[in-house]
């Protein structure tokens, strides 16, 4: 049996002013394309809500067992164009 290892997308809230809502996005290399539906459900609620986003995206354990990838900042609004890039770096 092949094992293929999928991550999670995992959405945080760490709002601390009513105001102004935010939340971290945990976002692996690889998703699968029911995980991409699940994701633009997700992106519609956070820009309906007006959250700021600070996006670890592309992430995989490293052959050593940490953690790498990228890290952003973002208006939910943008993360539609954001998650859409592809990692510039190598696995």
């Given at each position: 049996?092949?094992?293929?290892?999928?991550?999670?997308?995992?959405?945080?809230?760490?709002?601390?002013?009513?105001?102004?809502?935010?939340?971290?996005?945990?976002?692996p290399r690889n998703i699968t394309d029911k995980?991409?539906?699940?994701?633009?459900?997700?992106?519609?609620?956070?820009?309906?809500?007006?959250?700021?986003?600070?996006?670890?995206?592309?992430?995989?354990?490293?052959?050593?067992?940490?953690?790498?990838?990228?890290?952003?900042?973002?208006?939910?609004?943008?993360?539609?164009?954001?998650?859409?890039?592809?990692?510039?770096?190598?696995?």
């Open positions: 049996m092949k094992y293929k290892k999928n991550g999670h997308i995992v959405f945080a809230e760490n709002t601390s002013v009513k105001k102004h809502k935010t939340g971290i996005l945990y976002y995980q991409k539906k699940s994701l633009e459900k997700v992106r519609q609620e956070l820009e309906d809500e007006d959250y700021t986003v600070l996006v670890f995206r592309g992430l995989y354990r490293s052959e050593k067992g940490v953690l790498k990838g990228k890290q952003d900042i973002a208006e939910a609004k943008d993360l539609k164009d954001l998650t859409a890039i592809e990692p510039e770096f190598e696995y």
